[in-house]
């Protein structure tokens, strides 16, 4: 037989379409041709190959070798194409049966002692080549991580002589059990350390509650970092389909999977960061930060210090819970379902407004520092919370304040209600909300009578909605009322926040 074909998969974002590895044999000049829109790391396969094949004792044909890469499309990059490529070669040149590896999928990437090195990206792969119903054989240093995928059949081999033996029947590879994925033991903070501050602890708890973004604004040292810090410790544990999709995005990126498996994200890029780093992107489209804060945290610490172009790549993502990457002849779609929590100074010193230091900042100074951020991304904010310095008498208490295991028991009530309905609160489409709030005829006249006094837009009274239907979540009340929208109209105040009664925004 002079021509065999073996099933592999790309990696393409979280995607894993399938690829086909065609290999013929044929008279000619001894040769390697290589196509199917191969990049470089792919068109150096050949030679990995050759060397490992030569090693591990197989003949390499002294034919003339034509290597088909289908669909001839998609781009291929990366080394996970050798490990079927070589399997290729040793099918159509007659030393393993074509028909042996029918019903399996192949990734891999081969040293030149044939031995099989990790790749990146396994996971999708794997969920892929379970919902095709076929097994999937990759390195052993991705067994476990391929075994996530649960109901899929995986083979781990260490060596290209372990595959050959499996696909011989000399030596079959067990299944790859994972059993239990491994629970992170990473210790989170605890709100037990948080002295005071009882207004941005109810805000912290609130956004827990409904998946709300939250903006803390303060003087330096007042806690705002230690309080973003501590929001995924009181946020609910990730279920298997969501633990399942953060891994994935992991995968894609290189980093490791089992010591944070079942751990919610929790991302803190710097604000020297690019749009790229934050949202995603590249030659070769990569998850950005807040893909890789999926279903966790974003926080993003001195908010008018990032360029603000940076700020404004975030309003979309806010929005549909995923981004869209377009480039000229490819798209890339990654989720990017996070909790903003972003932390600021009033003014550029850090003390307007602060008891304890005067502020030296002039008013375009601060005019100048506060417009680095766009009503467009605030009105996407529904918590702005003040943390004010604290006296030292409430710095020097040893009394420890409520745990985060005891605020957890109340989050978690309060989104059992919220399952019912079908969604969290901050994500309740329009008919949904104004149902689940029933608002009267005169609760609504009031609610729309301090609206327009405020000047909140149309995004911000459905934000006002969401918060006060999530205090009535917390309270266990039968329904909105006036005193649930009094206390989420008070979370939007961020020029009296800011300015300490003389905002210089309008």
């Known amino acids: 037989m002079t021509l065999a074909i073996v099933r592999t998969r790309a990696s393409l974002g979280l995607e894993a379409p399938q690829v086909l590895i065609e290999v013929h044999l044929s008279n000619g000049l001894p040769g390697v041709t290589l196509v199917g829109l191969p990049e470089t790391a792919v068109r150096e396969s050949r030679e990995r190959v050759r060397s490992a094949l030569l090693t591990a004792g197989f003949e390499f044909p002294t034919r003339r070798i034509t290597l088909n890469l289908a669909p001839a499309d998609l781009p291929k990059d990366g080394g996970r194409f050798d ?11 007659g030393q393993i049966p074509v028909e042996a590896a029918q019903q399996l ?105 409904g998946g709300h973004n939250l903006l803390l604004a303060g003087p330096p040292g007042t806690g705002k970092t230690m309080l973003a810090s501590r929001l995924a410790s009181i946020l609910p544990p990730l279920s298997s389909d969501e633990a399942l999709e953060v891994a994935a995005v992991r995968s894609v990126c290189g980093l490791s999977i089992m010591d944070r498996w079942g751990q919610r994200p929790f991302r803190n890029p710097h604000h020297t960061s690019s749009s790229v780093a934050l949202v ?90 506060q417009s680095r951020l766009s009503g467009p991304l605030l009105d996407r904010i529904d918590l702005q919370v003040e943390v004010p310095a604290l006296p030292a008498t409430q710095l020097s208490d040893q009394t420890p304040g409520e745990s985060s295991a005891s605020v957890r028991q109340r989050v978690l009530a309060a989104r059992e209600r919220q399952r019912a309905r079908g969604w969290l609160n901050a994500q309740l489409p329009g008919p949904e909300l104004e149902a689940a709030c029933a608002l009267s005829v005169a609760e609504r006249e009031w609610f729309a009578g301090v609206l327009d006094r405020l000047k909140l837009s149309a995004r911000a009274y459905h934000r006002v909605l969401r918060v006060a239907l999530t205090l009535t979540d917390l309270g266990e009340e039968p329904r909105v009322g006036r005193a649930q929208l009094m206390e989420a109209i008070g979370y939007r105040q961020l020029d009296r926040l800011l300015n300490a009664g003389d905002p210089l925004r309008g």
């Open 105 to 209: 999928e192949v990734v891999g990437e081969l040293a030149l002692d044939g031995t099989l090195r990790p790749v990146t990206g396994v996971l999708p792969t794997a969920l892929a080549a379970r919902a095709a119903g076929r097994g999937l054989i990759v390195p052993a240093a991705n067994a476990d991580e391929a075994a996530l995928a649960e109901g899929g059949e995986v083979f781990a081999a260490g060596h290209l002589l372990a595959v050959v033996g499996h696909l011989l029947g000399r030596e079959r590879l067990a299944a790859h059990q994972l059993g239990t994925p491994p629970r992170a033991e990473m210790v989170q903070p605890d709100m037990a350390d948080v002295k005071g501050q009882h207004q941005a602890r109810r805000a912290l708890e609130v956004a827990a509650a």
């Open 83 to 93: 490990l079927p490529i070589a399997l290729g070669i040793l099918m159509a040149s």
């Open 280 to 369: 995603g992107g590249g030659s070769k489209p990569r998850p950005g930060e807040i893909s890789l804060a999926h279903h966790g945290v974003l926080f993003l610490d001195e908010l008018p210090e990032f360029d603000r172009h940076v700020l404004e790549v975030l309003r979309e993502p806010l929005e549909s819970a995923q981004i869209l990457i377009s480039r000229a002849n490819h798209q890339r779609r990654f989720p990017a379902r996070f909790q903003l929590v972003a932390a600021m100074n009033p003014c550029p010193c850090g003390h307007l407004g602060d008891p304890r230091q005067r502020c030296h900042c002039s008013p375009a100074q601060i005019q100048r520092y």
